[in-house]
């Protein structure tokens, strides 16, 4: 398996330190807010990884974390208000309620569009004694100091490696960097928090060797990447937005912690788009995965529309797409179903159709690839159904469509098909013939049989 290495700028082999077992650490979510369909792609990057190297076999160790200590963009500024008190402020919650609560819901939502969970799901709060270890080591090999307002900070320029993985080098960042932290004790504009003092708006702190504060966001990520996996681990994904500062900001922790390299292997997620604006934390365009299930579409079918796109490149949004989707992966369910038993054994032709879907996936997951194979086999008159049965629930392993899910449950007409039906017996009753057409044209063009019967209109899958 080949994967896109955000560091090295190359596609590479998937290697992993411990031979025969892949270790792997992603961002996870921030719990004091939903989390959103961007969120969802960026962890459905990491879900396939994982599935695609099950699939080839392989053993993955997988950690994620949850992200429950407050963070704002701008936390040194004097006006910066913790969001979690915010959310804290909103809904008459404590922080570790409010912690509770959001972490539940983006476990729902992940498990919703099929996102298997983590081996390990650290907290942020349950490691904040990690997290000062960190820091320590840091100020005791040259890499931090302390500030006379009690806050720790990373002197960037003790770590020449710094800017390697997103380009933001200290020379780019002479030029333009906005400065985030406004601490005058600070000794380079780029130097960034590993510990900051708790001001007066602060309602998570906790005490530490330098006075009552809070962690870094960054050092959460090395601090329990390190802890789980160790300090030489394979793969590390997330979000194309944590790139910079947060992803190069962990490498000069981790590599300045240990003295060497830490992750092999950076897998960055491309934004999803909603009518061209990225959905991110800061606009106000925000779909969760609940809202797909009000809408009457499969929350599965998520997963089939973001394989249209590779996972670094943008994506774009639309209800439209998503209703395609939502379509072909219930007529999928549905061919599943009509194919009867599957094959024990596989002929040439349906070989070679195993042959292109693996190497589409372990090709830097290529998706679009793996779906024309999808597609492909679907319609193809060489293979026997009991072949092409077997093949899609093989490849399920790694598109996670719940394939057989019909074939295993038997065919029951969805919400849109009842309120299809139930509007086409009342155009009858009320003599509207061409309204009544027109819905039965539309339940066919839906691939399903349209009978007239004494108790009204019958539908069923076409074979
Ligand atoms: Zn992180």
């Known amino acids: 398996m080949r994967l896109y290495n955000t560091l090295t700028r190359a596609v590479e082999e998937v290697d992993p330190v411990e031979p025969g077992r892949v270790k792997l650490y992603a961002c ?3 719990v004091y807010r939903y989390v959103h369909l961007g969120n969802l792609r960026t962890f459905l990057l990491t879900d396939l990884i994982r599935r695609a190297l099950a699939f080839e076999g392989r053993e993955v160790f997988a950690v994620q974390n949850i992200t429950d200590v407050g963070h704002m963009t701008d ?3 004097p006006d910066a208000v913790d969001k979690m008190l915010l959310a804290v402020e909103d809904e008459g919650l404590q922080p570790l309620e409010i912690a509770e609560k959001y972490t539940e819901e983006a476990l729902a939502d992940m498990a919703l569009v099929g996102i298997r969970l983590p081996d390990v799901l650290p907290k942020a709060t349950d490691h904040i004694a990690e997290m000062i270890e960190l820091t320590q080591t840091l100020i005791e090999r040259g890499h931090a100091y302390v500030a006379e307002s009690g806050s720790v900070y990373y002197d960037v320029t003790s770590f020449p490696g710094y800017g ?56 959460e990520c090395s601090a329990m990447s390190m ?18 500062p947060h992803h190069e900001d962990e490498i000069a922790q981790s590599e300045g912690a240990v003295g060497h390299q830490v992750v092999s292997t950076w897998v960055h997620a491309g934004f999803l788009r909603l009518t061209g ?22 929350p599965l079918a998520f997963r089939w529309l973001a394989f249209q796109t590779r996972y670094r490149s943008e994506m774009d949004f639309t209800w439209e797409a998503m ?16 194919w009867g038993e599957p094959a024990g054994e596989l002929g040439e032709a349906a070989a070679g159709f195993d042959g292109r879907f693996r190497a589409a996936v372990a090709n830097d997951l290529d998706m679009p690839t793996a779906v024309r194979v999808v597609n492909d086999l679907d319609r193809s008159p060489d293979v026997p159904s009991s072949e ?22 038997g ?21 509207d013939y061409a309204r009544s057409d027109q819905l039965r044209d539309e339940l066919q063009a839906m691939g399903l049989e349209v009978m007239d019967t004494a108790e009204g209109t019958r539908v069923r899958p076409r074979s």
């Open 28 to 30: 996870g979510p921030t």
């Open 227 to 244: 802890k789980y996996l160790g300090d030489r681990f394979d793969i590390h994904t997330g979000g194309n937005d944590l790139k910079f």
């Open 411 to 431: 065919w029951e007409p969805g919400e849109e098909i009842l309120a299809k039906v139930a509007e086409r017996d009342a155009a009858r009753e009320g003599k």
């Open 164 to 219: 390697k993985l997103s380009g933001n080098t200290l020379d780019a960042l002479k030029a333009g960097h906005r400065d985030l932290e406004t601490d005058p004790a600070k000794r380079h504009h780029a130097d960034f928090a590993l510990w900051k003092a708790a001001g007066p708006g602060r309602l998570m702190k906790w005490p530490s060797p330098w006075g009552d504060g809070f962690p870094g966001w960054h050092v």
């Open 323 to 338: 209703e395609t989707a939502d379509r072909r992966v219930k007529q999928l369910r549905r061919h599943v179903s009509e």
């Open 277 to 298: 604006q990225k959905i991110a934390k800061s606009t106000g365009n925000v779909i969760r995965a609940p809202e797909l299930v009000e809408r009457g579409l499969d």
């Open 388 to 409: 092409k049965r077997a093949l899609l629930a093989s490849w399920d392993e790694v598109l996670g469509l719940d394939v057989e899910r019909d074939a295993r449950e």
């Open 75 to 77: 936390e040194s500024s």
